[in-house]
Every structure is written in C-alpha cells, then in structure tokens.
C-alpha cells in the first residue's frame, strides 16, 4: 500500500529520489518511514539505562529499556528543563511522545513531549524536593537540635499500638529505666491519615508531660513510610517543645522526620536506648559522681582549713593592742609634734603682733590728717555748692508746676462730667441713701447682716444701724411672714 501511495505521487517520489524503474530510493524510504512513525504520539513507561546530557548539547539523550527491549530518546533542552526531573540510572519514567527517525544516520529515536517519574521514583523524588525545602529553611541543621534529658521523669511513644514496635520499645525502657513514666498514644502509621494522628499523638504525650517523645514504627517498603515523608509531621516535629526521637523503619531507611528530629535511631529498639540510659552505665555514672563529689569535698575542707590556719597565725590573733599599735603611735609622734610647735608658732605671732602694733602706731597719725584734710577739703567745696542747688532747682520746679497747670486744665475738663455721673450712681447705690429713706440694717453681735428670722433667736443681741447712728437691741420674739420675694433680697 505503501508502494502504491508513492506511485500516485510521483512528483513527491521525484523530489526524493527514486529511479526510473520505480523502486524507492534510500532517502525516499527514510521520508516514507519517517512520515508514518511520527503521525503516531504514545505514552510508554520504562526504566532508564543510559544518560547523555552533556552541557552545550542542545538535547538531552538518553535510553529506557524493560526486559525484553530498549528505546533510545531525545528530549529537546527546553522541554527537560520544564520537567524539573533530573534522570538517573535506574529510574522509572513516563514518556509522552513520537517515534522519530534521523535519516543522515538510519537510526530511530522516541522524541519526548512530556516526561516525569513513575511509581517509587516519582515519590522519592518529591522526598528530596521536600528534603531540599525544609534544609533551605534551616530545619535539618545541627545546631537547632536540643539535647536528650540524661533521666527523663516521663517518656513519650507515639506509634501503632498492633505492632511489633511498641513492644520492642517498652521491653527495652522497662529492661534499661524501669524508673521512668511511658505515656502511649496509639496512632495509625499507614495511610493517608497516619500522619495528622502522628500529630496529634506527639501534642498528647506533651500534654501528659513527656520530656522526651519517641516516633516510631516498624520496617517496611519506601511506599509504605511515606507518611514520614509529609511535611506537616516534619514541621511539627521541629516545632515540638521536647526533643523528638525517631526510629522508623530499619537502618538503611530515612525519611524527612528522622532528618529533622533532635536524634535520628536506626531501629525502635534503638531509639528507646537512645532516651533511657541502661543500668550499668547509671551505676558507674553515679560511682564517679560520689568519687567526685568527695574529692571535691575533701578538697574544699582542705583549702578552707589551710585559710583557717592562716588567718589563726596572724599576730592580731594573738595580741589584741596589735590592732591598734599603728594607730597610738601615729597619735603619739602627732602630739610630740604639736608640743613642740606650739611654743615656737606663739613665739613667731607674738614677734608679728608687735611690729604690727608699732607699724600701726607710727602710720596711725599721718592717716588721720591725710582723711582729716580730705574731710575739710569736701566740707568746703559743699558749702561752696549748696545755696546754688537750691536756686537752680527751685527754678526747675516753677518751670514743671506752670506746664503742669497747663496740662491738667485739660484734662481735668475732659473727665470732669464723667466723675460726676460716676458720683451720681455711686450715691445713689449708697447703703447710707438707703438708710436715709427711713431703712435700717441689723447686724447680730458677729457682724452678719440679718436676712432671715432663723439667723436670731429669742434673748439674742444684734445691732440696728439707722441714718444717723446705731441701735443696741435684743429680741424678746421671732415671728415668720411668708411672702413670695424676701425683702431683703429684693433690696440687694
């Protein structure tokens, strides 16, 4: 059929060589080939043999095979580089694309559209993605992991309560620390659930007051310690406020939580060693603890008693005026020294004090007459000055009277009618216009001016004070009139 689609287009099979007897020429069976292989895309799985991605290549090449076959592939750099996969021997992949064939060479390669990893090799993969992120944030570095308690009060274990794990780990605290507390919580260790219940098992053996919490479970396939590869168990690991000890699966398994727990354990067996010190070992701890404590005890006596004895042989021990010979005899040497000054200061004053007195006698006279002649000297000159001062300022007087008459005139005229309204109203709100009217103001004996009848009573003295003078009265009686206004408030 082939034959006869290249007979029917003959100007197709000129162009690729063929000859004049009809039969196909190399290149026109390459085309041929090649048309038909690449209008077909399949989707394969295999595993990789070889890999060719050399820098400068403009492709990546490399070979999957299974047991009965291999298939060389090529995979332009654009395409491989959008994957994020970086291939390696023995993995297994998922190809997406079409058979091509290089004519030049006679060869026939897959070219990949789409590539990516199948079945364990896509998980571990995303593993080391997930390993890669929390390194980066500093999850999985030494110096944020704590130390171990040495004797742990309260232990926690959070694994599956089914499995061979937790009795390898309480026959081992039981056997090492019989003296610690183990609080359990049984969880699901398989599964997509494992591992929010690993979660919430770690945060209740915290609340039950574990110091130490041991993750751990038995071996098994990669695919079935995935749950320890979930990044919400990691980042709740390195968040707990205990150290974190993990024994998952056997010693050549890793997963993302024994890379961020405080201490990493090959086994569940070793994990519960890790955390509860064996009974020989505390023996010879504390056998070397008392050696020690008494060595430093013994040593402390020793150095406290060579003090002891220091201080015991010093002479103020011995000789209570020790303390304070010093200090007498420095009082001694000050008093000779004294005695022996006095006489001669007094002497040397008493020597300064008569030549002062002589200097004193002798400049006494010649001051008086030089201040005596300075005295009769200024004595003149004032009586020389006086009747002028007066004249002139005499004359200075008239001078300022006249200008002030002057001035005053005028200003007086200009307040003149203001002070006599202001007279007019202060007498008119007088208290004596108003006794001139035939008012009286009585006051008791304090000198309060009496509103009300409450303010006297019967037998008390007050004083009533009229236009002209005042009244000494006393109340024989009290009587109330009720009005609306009080009199004396409409007065004020």
């Known amino acids: 059929m082939a034959y006869r689609e290249n007979e029917g287009r003959s100007a197709t099979r000129g162009a690729a060589g063929a000859s004049d007897s009809g039969a196909l020429s190399v290149s026109g069976a390459m085309a041929l080939a090649k048309g038909a292989l690449e209008g077909v895309t399949v989707r394969l799985i295999g595993e990789v043999s070889e890999v060719s991605c050399k820098p400068g290549y403009k492709a990546a090449y490399f070979t999957v095979k299974d047991k009965g076959a291999a298939l060389p592939c090529m995979m332009w750099n654009n395409r491989y580089e959008a994957t994020g996969v970086r291939l390696a021997m023995g993995q297994l992949v998922e190809l997406t694309g079409r058979f091509t064939l290089y004519a030049a060479k006679g060869r026939m390669n897959f070219d990949v559209f789409s590539l990516a990893l199948a079945g364990e090799g896509m998980l571990r993969q995303q593993v080391a993605d997930l390993a890669r992120k929390l390194e980066a944030e500093g999850l999985m570095q030494a110096g944020r992991k704590r130390p171990l308690p040495m004797l742990p009060a309260c232990v ?186 006095l006489p001669a200061n007094l002497g040397r004053d008493r020597v300064r004090l008569d030549a002062t007195a002589d200097r004193l006698r002798l400049a006494g006279p010649r001051v008086v007459e030089r201040e005596r002649s300075a005295l009769t000297g200024a004595c003149e000159r004032f009586a020389r000055a006086l009747p002028l001062a007066p004249a002139r300022e005499r004359s200075r007087v008239e001078v300022l009277r006249d200008r002030l008459i002057v001035r005053g005139g005028a200003v007086v005229g200009r307040f003149e009618t203001e002070a006599q309204v202001a007279a007019a109203r202060l007498h008119d709100l007088s208290p004596l216009a108003v006794l001139a009217r035939g008012y009286a103001v ?40 009720e009005t609306s206004v009080e009199p004396w408030e409409e007065t004020a």
Request: hydrophobic residues 45%; aromatic residues 4%; negative net charge.
């Open 156 to 341: 926690g274990l959070v694994t599956s309560p089914r499995g061979a794990a937790v009795h390898d780990v309480l026959r081992t605290l039981r056997r090492r620390f019989p003296l610690a507390r183990v609080v359990v919580a049984g969880v699901p260790v398989e599964g997509r659930e494992a591992p929010a219940r690993v979660v919430e098992g770690m945060r209740a053996v915290c609340s039950g007051g574990a110091e130490v919490v041991l993750v751990v479970r038995g071996g098994g396939s990669f695919e079935d310690l995935m749950p320890f590869n979930d990044e919400g168990l990691a980042r709740a690991i390195a968040a707990c406020p205990v150290p974190v000890v993990t024994g998952i699966g056997h010693e050549p398994d890793t997963s993302i939580a024994d890379m961020v727990a405080d201490l990493r354990a090959s086994t569940p067996t070793a994990a519960a060693e890790a955390v509860a010190p064996a009974r020989e070992n505390l023996e010879s701890l504390f056998e070397a603890q008392a050696r020690s404590l008494a060595a430093c005890a013994s040593r402390c006596v020793e150095r406290e008693t060579a003090a002891f004895m220091r201080l015991a042989d010093r002479p103020v021990f011995s000789d209570a005026a020790y303390l304070f010979a010093a200090e007498a005899q420095t009082l001694d040497l000050a008093a000779d020294r004294l005695a022996r000054a």
């Open 442 to 481: 009585a006051r008791t004996e304090q000198g309060a001016v009496v509103k009300r009848v409450e303010q006297v009573g019967e037998g008390s003295r007050i004083s009533v004070a009229v236009s002209d003078g005042e009244l000494a009265c006393r109340v024989e009686s009290t009587r109330r009139i």
